[in-house]
Structures are given as structure tokens and as C-alpha cells.
């Protein structure tokens, strides 16, 4: 009796069929790596010695916030850049770049303070942590 009718949008028109939902997995990653940048810092700065923050809970958001798009941008490109190198080191030149984007923040941001190496480390390795299963719940794989 009644038909449904799909609302258009002004983009629907201008995108080819299936281009939205590659957008929208582009848009959707982003926001996981920065929702897992925030968190992995949060979860540093709570429970790893040697990881110092004294700025406002507002700083950590925008820390995190620019960790995950480095992680979105930046570090993929350096994964190709380096890919001949992360061949011959078994990936751990993957764990170099990831340690280098959490130095950089630590350079631009005076609040946010790793005091050796060691903590730098684990705070790496936290992001990652919290990266993998925002990454499998967006495939669907939890």
C-alpha cells in the first residue's frame, strides 16, 4: 500500500555505488585509532612508571587525539617507506616507527613526559594493545 523511499543525498549522486562504504571504513578507522590513542595513553600515564602528564584532562584528549592521526596518516606511510627494512627485521621496525610517533608527542608536548626508554616502550606497546581489538570489533570479528 505504502512505498518506502530512499532519501537522496546530494553526495549519493556525485559517488560511484560502493565508493560510501570505502569512506566510511576510512572514516571508521581513524576514529578507532584515535579513540585507541587516547585510551593506550590514559592507561600509560595511569599505570606505567616513568610516564608523567601534568597537563588537563582536555591536553590528553588532543594528545591522543593527534597520536591517532599520526597512526592513521603518517604511519602508514612510513610503513611503505621502510617496508624493505621491516622484511629483514621480522616487523620490529614496526615497533621503531610506533616508538618514534610517541617520542615526537613527547617532544611537542612538554606535559607529556617519558623518562627513559623503558617507558616509552610500554607505552608503545599499550597503544598497540588497545589498537587490536578496537580493530577486530570494527570487523565484526568480536
Known amino acids: 500500500m505504502f512505498s518506502v523511499q530512499k532519501e537522496k543525498f546530494l553526495f549519493d549522486s556525485l559517488t560511484p555505488?560502493?565508493?560510501?562504504?570505502?569512506?566510511?571504513?576510512?572514516?571508521?578507522?581513524?576514529?578507532?585509532?584515535i579513540l585507541a590513542g587516547i585510551a593506550g595513553l590514559w592507561i600509560?600515564?595511569?599505570?606505567?612508571?616513568?610516564?608523567?602528564f601534568t597537563g588537563s584532562p582536555q591536553l590528553l584528549?588532543?594528545?591522543?587525539?593527534?597520536?591517532?592521526?599520526?597512526?592513521?596518516?603518517?604511519?602508514?606511510?612510513l610503513d611503505l617507506?621502510?617496508?624493505p627494512l621491516r622484511i629483514l627485521s621480522l616487523g620490529l621496525s614496526g615497533l621503531l616507527i610506533n616508538l618514534l610517533l610517541a617520542w615526537v608527542l613527547d617532544l611537542l608536548f612538554p606535559e607529556?613526559?617519558?623518562i627513559g626508554l623503558l617507558p616509552l616502550f610500554w607505552t608503545t606497546l599499550i597503544v598497540w594493545a588497545t589498537t587490536i581489538p578496537l580493530s577486530l570489533l570494527s570487523r565484526g570479528r568480536i
Open 112 to 114: 607529556l613526559e617519558f
Open 17 to 33: 555505488p560502493g565508493k560510501n562504504d570505502t569512506v566510511e571504513k576510512m572514516i571508521q578507522g581513524v576514529l578507532l585509532r
Open 61 to 77: 584528549l588532543l594528545i591522543g587525539l593527534i597520536l591517532g592521526i599520526l597512526n592513521a596518516t603518517i604511519k602508514p606511510i
Open 44 to 52: 600509560a600515564i595511569r599505570f606505567v612508571d616513568g610516564v608523567e
Open 81 to 83: 617507506v621502510t617496508l
